[in-house]
């Protein structure tokens, strides 16, 4: 039973840390435009290089989830990986359930 509450304590420290982390850069990202912050997806061969425009990115790039996940989290699998031309991926990742709904323009 102890080792079952240990577990949980931890399991939410760690909640706790990465929730301020995504915090915190949140807060580092408003010291920039967002046109100055959006990727440069011109070479990029995925749905999500695709679908996201920069009205899109300016509107939801601020925003995150109840658990601390941002928009940058959820395409930063698709801004590090291009993709090949000829096979494309989806270049997007939901950390968490709510993202679905909060960043629903881009998902």
């Known amino acids: 039973q102890a080792s079952r509450e240990a577990a949980k304590r931890i399991h939410v420290s760690q909640k706790s840390v990465h929730t301020q982390s995504a915090k915190m850069a949140n807060l580092n ?5 967002s046109a100055e912050d ?3 997806l011109s070479k990029h ?3 999500m290089a695709k ?3 920069p009205a899109i990115y300016k509107q939801l790039r601020d925003i995150s989830t ?14 590090d990986n291009p993709g090949h031309p000829f096979i494309k991926t989806v ?3 939901a950390g ?6 909060v960043f629903a323009e881009m998902f």
């Open 29 to 33: 990202q408003k010291r920039y435009d």
């Open 51 to 53: 679908c996201l425009t």
């Open 38 to 40: 959006f990727p440069e």
């Open 96 to 101: 968490c359930e709510d993202c679905y709904e």
């Open 66 to 79: 109840a658990n601390g996940y941002t928009l940058d989290q959820c395409i930063q699998t698709g801004v």
């Open 91 to 93: 270049g997007a990742t």
């Open 45 to 47: 061969n995925n749905w």
